[in-house]
């Protein structure tokens, strides 16, 4: 529809003309508040509407009585007159933007002010836009039009939003299962007169890292860090692939870590898609033996620290990662572990994050990054002054998961 009411002799002339504009079924359902003092703009804007389609539309004759109909009606959109006796549209307008339900509230102001200082008033005080008087049928309707449309469309995406958050937190929840629970972390620790510590933070909702420990004798338990490309939602169902696969098969008593690796990596390739893989080391720690054997998978370097020596020592994880070739083979490594010696497990997330001032760690100063956070300490908590260290330093939010393992006898 179109056309200008007027106001003749104290009635309304409506437009000779009326063009009807279908509108979506669900957007005539829309909730609209009118609050106007005049009786006669009241009646033209309930004309206009209901002939547009608009079936939900209630009035107020003045600006409380508008701001009782706000929290009653819960209206989609709000059609609010400048001038009106006792609380004029200023008020109604400052009262609901400041009260933050309604921050997003679509307020249409209906004015007769030209003044560019009113209207410029309006518009910074929170309206959203601004219908002249005398009032055009088809500007008001073309804007509400919009507006609920996009108040819709925005609602839609809150929603989507809510559920992909609920959804997002819910598989967040279920990968941190993944790793070892805390009461299993005691198990293990009482079961074999060690202490371990541990960090896992993601880079976004969802990681490709995880890490875990399992017995497997009275002398011998196995400890893992894994890392997956990528980030996200991918990364993490990878890591819930892995996770399946390794509690079907099980490090058997007599395998090596290269075997049980190489028996991984022949699944892995056949599971996940071309150009996706994972690093990844594989340890058994043998305290009757004061023995660590390992196997690597392109791991970033572990670092070993014994009794006796002043630095920690990267140890060789290199290897070809998991999930690129079926027939990939690993090695087996020894490394000596009496009692006093710690174990460092970490993701590349440690030594590729810039710092504040842009620069990389690197992995050959990551036993230095070691060395001054345990200094003058007495050797409690070293994963904490680790990783505080790191923090002061690095930028925020990191680029990459970061897991971290500390293993001490």
Known sequence: MTGTAKKINGSLEMPEKNIERPIAPAIHKCRILVIDDDELIRSFI?????????????????????????????????LLDVQMPEMDGFEVLRRLRADPRHQDLPIFMETALDSLEDRNRALAEGATNLINKPIDGDVLITGIRLQLENRMLMGQLKAY?????????????????????PDAVGDIET????????????????????WGLSPLDDDRFSVFNVDFSGHGVSAAINTFRLHT??????????????????????????????????????????????????????????????????????????????????????????????????????????????DKNG??????????????????????????????????????PLDDDLTAVWLSR
Not at 192 to 199: A, E, F, K, P, T
Not at 321 to 349: N, W
Not at 368 to 394: E, H, Q, W
């Open 46 to 78: 309930s004309l206009f509407l209901d002939r547009a389609g608009f079936c939900n539309i209630e009035f107020a004759e003045n600006g409380a009585k508008g701001l009782e109909k706000v929290e009653s009606f819960n209206p989609d959109i709000v």
């Open 161 to 181: 939003r809510h559920r992909l958050d609920q959804e997002l937190s819910s598989a967040q929840a279920m990968q941190h299962e993944l790793m070892p629970s």
């Open 191 to 210: 079961r074999y007169g060690i202490s371990l510590q541990s960090h896992y933070r993601t880079s976004s909702e969802l990681g490709g890292d995880f």
């Open 245 to 354: 696969l390794m509690k079907e098969r099980k490090l058997s008593p007599s395998s090596t870590p290269s075997e049980h690796m190489a028996e991984l990596n022949r699944h892995l390739a056949t599971l996940m898609p071309i150009g996706q893989f994972a690093t990844m080391f594989f340890g058994i720690v043998d305290i009757g033996a004061d023995k660590v054997v390992y196997s690597g998978a392109a791991a970033p370097s572990p670092l070993l620290m014994t009794p006796g020596t002043d630095e920690p020592v990267l140890l060789d994880a290199s290897g070809l990662p998991l999930g690129i070739s079926k027939s990939a083979s690993y090695k087996d490594k020894v490394i000596d572990f009496p009692a006093g010696s710690s174990l460092f497990l970490f993701s590349d997330a440690l030594f590729e994050s810039p």
């Open 359 to 396: 620069d990389i760690l690197q992995l050959d100063n990551v036993p230095g990054l070691v060395s001054d956070s345990l200094k003058d300490s007495d050797g409690s908590n070293p994963l904490p002054r680790i990783l505080t260290r790191f923090y002061d330093k690095a930028t925020l």
